[in-house]
């Protein structure tokens, strides 16, 4: 798999932004997608995971309630929906592509994307 982010920038305390994940070399249907983030002097969290086959969708506290990760099949992405951003949400966020019982742990995925920069200020 390649996979390849897009959909980051700079927004203000409240707004909204749409990421996304998408593959140039592959397909997602039976994989576990993830979108992380890494925040600025921390370590790479996962806060959204979505098992392609079945539908199923998990989040970390963090992004619960304001993100939605979704796939759209027809362009065979994956989309992380970001409402009501705050300074906190500030980072590096990558989507990352492991087989079938992934979860939180980022040594479970042996696929990367490059990375997109959101920036959440005034």
């Known amino acids: 798999l390649q996979l390849v982010e897009s959909g980051g920038g700079l927004v203000e305390p409240g707004g909204c932004l749409r990421l996304?994940?998408?593959?140039?070399?592959?397909?997602?249907?039976?994989?576990?997608v993830s979108w992380f983030r890494q925040a600025p002097g921390k370590e790479r969290e996962a806060i959204a995971l979505i098992i392609i086959r079945e539908g199923g969708t998990y989040y970390r506290d963090s992004a619960r309630g304001r993100f939605t990760i979704s796939r759209d099949g027809a362009k065979d992405t994956v989309d992380l929906q970001m409402d009501s951003l705050t300074p906190e949400d500030t980072g590096v966020y990558y989507c990352a592509a492991g087989p079938w019982g992934s979860s939180w742990n980022a040594n479970q995925y042996p696929w990367w994307g490059q990375g997109t920069q959101v920036t959440v200020s005034t």
């Open positions: 996304s994940c998408t593959t140039t070399r592959g397909a997602l249907d039976d994989y576990v």
